[in-house]
């Protein structure tokens, strides 16, 4: 077993973490049912449409891998399959440390030096499991001069059932560019069934609850706390998955205005830190 890995298990729980491959929960049984979309050990979480990964220092698209912050200048390096936009930050693309850190829990952390994100950092992941829930409480700490803008989320992948269905607390919709997916162009108002193929945007004035689930067996409840106050839901046509992810701000966020506290990235100054919660209940409807 190299360092990376780790198996938490306890009560009817478990669940199996690849920090050498950007910090994954690569899978999550309860019961013998699979809670996340199952992937593969040594499989980068770019390669593989499974388990679930974090996004440090910012969740999801920034347009032209370009922002200002403070009058400096940033240009950071896109993947080849995002085109010309940064993607889920860098975490998912970095080695991740991961140790047990008691019962039914364990930790994965990542340094980052300074280099196209200009500013140090280190993020922590604490993966727990207790009864019917899995959570994974997120940190980011600024260990920079500077004061630098930061955003956090998790990045969960799940077998989309017969019948599929999905409710969540909010507020509104982002709807975005149909020529560039998850990219925001204006507000509007949520659809009413959220679990419509297609889907593939920030949803705000979320109340941090989502349940989802078939019409028959596994359902699931997602909460969120802390810093995600804003989901993302993507719905692709045609896919076994689904992801609803729990973000701090909205996509894009570092080059909008207008924005609410809650929708915009947050600065912190240094040794300032920026965290929030995901946790997932399991239960067997019937």
């Not at 992810?245 to 996509?251: I, Q, R, Y």
């Amino acid at each position: 077993m190299t360092e990376g890995l780790q198996t938490v298990r306890a009560g009817d729980w478990s669940v199996e973490l690849d920090g050498d491959r950007g910090g994954q929960i690569v899978r999550a049984d309860w019961r013998g049912h699979h809670i996340l979309a199952p992937g593969i050990h040594g499989r980068d979480a770019a390669d593989q449409h499974a388990g679930c990964f974090p996004l440090v220092p910012f969740s999801n698209r920034i347009r032209g891998a370009h922002f200002v912050f403070e009058g400096r200048k940033v240009t950071l390096l896109p993947p080849a399959y995002a085109a010309h936009h940064a993607l889920h930050g860098a975490g998912w693309r970095a080695d991740w440390r991961a140790e047990l850190a008691g019962p039914g829990a364990a930790r994965m952390t990542f340094t980052h030096l300074p280099g196209a994100w200009p500013w140090h950092y280190r993020a922590e992941q604490i993966v727990r499991v207790d009864g019917d829930k899995l959570s994974v409480a997120l940190t980011l700490t600024n260990l920079d001069a500077a004061a630098m803008p930061a955003g956090i989320g998790l990045h969960p992948y799940f077998g989309r059932p017969d019948g599929f269905w999905l409710k969540a607390g909010v507020s509104g919709r982002w709807a975005t560019d149909p020529g560039e997916p998850g990219l925001p162009v204006r507000r509007g108002a949520a659809p009413e069934d959220l679990s419509a193929p297609g889907l593939d945007h920030c949803f705000s004035g979320w109340d941090g609850a989502a349940e989802f689930g078939g019409r028959e067996g596994l359902q699931l409840t997602l909460a969120g706390s802390g810093a995600f106050r804003n989901l993302v839901i993507y719905t692709p046509p045609g896919k076994p998955y689904f992801c609803a992810e729990p973000v701090s701000h909205v996509n894009n966020a570092i080059n909008m205005s207008g924005l609410a506290p809650s929708e915009s990235m947050a600065v912190l100054a240094p040794g300032e830190t920026l965290s929030g919660t995901m946790t997932l209940s399991a239960r067997l409807a019937g």
